[in-house]
């Protein structure tokens, strides 16, 4: 009892003497973290962090500028693409993401461990899977019509979505292979090119959307094909990169036979992954597709499609923050130094705040003016200020699980994650989602009410999961899955 009183009262000179060591020799403080510390661990997050956003919201603007294109050609064009594009997220785009998330634990704890020529491996290894993987997903989309009207969705909007996913069947192919080149380049910290390569892409997606949906009277089906157009050059941009910089000469060296081996080892974490993000992008994707089954459902649809993507839109910066998270705590992890992932968790948890208060503030005060980027029709824009504040509080909360899913990512916690998620979104999100529309009469707005509930239940399961963790001993995990690979630590 004295000892611990002796140690309460001890100056900071006397505690930075007496600093216990954690895994690997690293020095640490059990009571709390110096200043500087602090500043040099904020200083980290942020050169990876802002970029990151960029890149998130850049890549998803592609998506977020086809829509703006179509919903000036009309309510059913507008209706169509966006099914369309929810459509494309369930079936294929949050599955590639969610296989390629696997990299980020992978990439990320293979550089913190010093084993650069594993990074090569890895991605090749996932690109390969995630390029098969494409081509059962193209046949779903072929079908998508067919699908949409099995489901009861409205005829003429299912024909529409139909036609833009056929055209959009390129960009599935070029989606994967930039979620794999993504968490290569973001696991090594080299952000600033990324975000380069992504602005130009989204500079040209604009010219090209014009040129095929105006230009060409393409209508819909341009703006698929300008998806399509535009997502293969970004790729393009990225491997150009990788193959001639010689920042990326350790960590890749070339195309390696070793990317046909354990190719189930990577299985084993690249499913829970997809598991994990699919049950998350499946639940907001639903809303939209239960819309449909709403009175009124051209109405219903177009205005939470665009709720959904304006969510989605808010979503790439906490994607930002989460893939900043992910890679620091995977490279602290990989490296031994488990209190300085847990320095991170505690410093970008703060930031998350911060930026979910301040983009909730932002969502509100332009509620009136928002809908006026996506449709002429005052209905949908009226409809649209009023769903605004919900928003406001899901992006709060999306933004904070977001984070928190980050670092688990980093740790490689997919697997718990994906019960975390099956249970906030299908036991609770989507009960009360039908619920709040369909018995309590409440409409596309009771629908988004559901998702809130969901995901207050993900962030308090999140937030106890951090309280609980031991870091010492996913360090000990980390350096062990790095050691799997048959490569011993440098």
Not at 121 to 128: D, N
Request: net charge negative.
């Amino acid at each position: 009892m004295e000892e611990d009183q002796i140690s309460v009262l001890q100056s900071p000179l006397v505690l930075n003497q007496e600093r216990s060591h954690g895994f690997s020799g690293e020095v640490h403080q059990q009571e709390g973290y110096y200043r500087e510390e602090v500043v040099e661990e904020v200083k980290k997050q942020l050169g990876l962090a802002l970029p990151l956003i960029a890149v998130s919201l850049l890549q998803y603007s592609l998506q977020v500028i086809s829509i703006m294109f179509v919903g000036h050609l009309g309510e059913l064009p507008l209706s169509g693409a966006s099914m369309a594009t929810s459509f494309a997220s369930v079936t294929g785009f949050s599955v590639l993401l969610g296989m390629g998330s696997a990299l980020e634990t992978l990439c990320g704890q293979a550089y913190g461990a010093k084993q650069y020529h594993m990074l090569g491996v890895y991605t090749q290894r996932a690109m390969l899977i995630l390029t098969v993987l494409s081509i059962p997903l193209a046949f779903i989309w072929f079908y998508t019509s067919t699908i949409l009207i099995s489901l009861g969705q409205d005829h003429e909007i299912s024909i529409e979505a139909g036609k833009f996913n056929r055209w959009m069947i390129p960009s599935l192919f070029a989606y994967g292979l930039l979620q794999c080149l993504n968490r290569f380049l973001q696991t090594q910290n080299i952000v600033i090119p990324m975000m380069i390569s992504s602005g130009i892409t989204a500079l040209f997606h604009i010219f090209v959307c014009w040129v095929l949906v105006f230009g060409f009277g393409l209508g819909s089906k341009g703006a698929a094909l300008a998806n399509a157009i535009s997502n293969w050059v970004n790729v393009i941009f990225f491997m150009a990169y990788v193959k001639f910089s010689p920042i990326c000469m350790k960590t890749w060296t070339g195309f390696s036979e070793e990317a046909y081996h354990e190719v189930l080892s990577f299985l084993k974490l690249a499913i829970p992954s997809a598991i994990m993000i699919c049950l998350e992008y499946w639940s907001f994707e639903m809303v939209v597709l239960l819309s449909g089954l709403l009175p009124n459902p051209k109405l219903e649809t177009s205005v939470l499609s665009i709720s959904l993507n304006t969510c989605w839109m808010v979503y790439m910066i906490s994607v930002g923050l989460g893939g900043a998270i992910s890679t620091r705590v995977s490279n602290e992890l990989g490296g031994g130094h488990p209190q300085s992932a847990r320095l991170a968790v505690c410093v970008m948890t703060i930031v998350a705040i911060s930026e979910g208060a301040i983009v909730a503030a932002i969502t509100i005060a332009f509620r009136h003016l928002w809908g006026r980027l996506y449709s002429n029709e005052e209905e949908v824009i009226t409809y649209v200020a009023k769903m605004m504040p919900l928003l406001a509080l899901s992006d709060f909360l999306d933004g904070f699980q977001c984070v928190l899913s980050g670092a688990a990512r980093g740790c490689g916690w997919q697997n718990l994650c994906a019960f975390i998620n099956l249970g906030a979104y299908y036991v609770v999100a989507i009960p009360c989602a039908v619920l709040f529309a369909f018995f309590f009469h409440i409409g596309g707005m009771g629908l988004w009410m559901g998702i809130i509930c969901g995901l207050c239940v993900q962030v308090v399961a999140l937030i106890t999961i951090n309280l609980c963790t031991n870091w010492d001993t996913e360090a000990r995990k980390a350096v062990n899955r790095v050691q799997k690979t048959g490569v011993l630590i440098e």
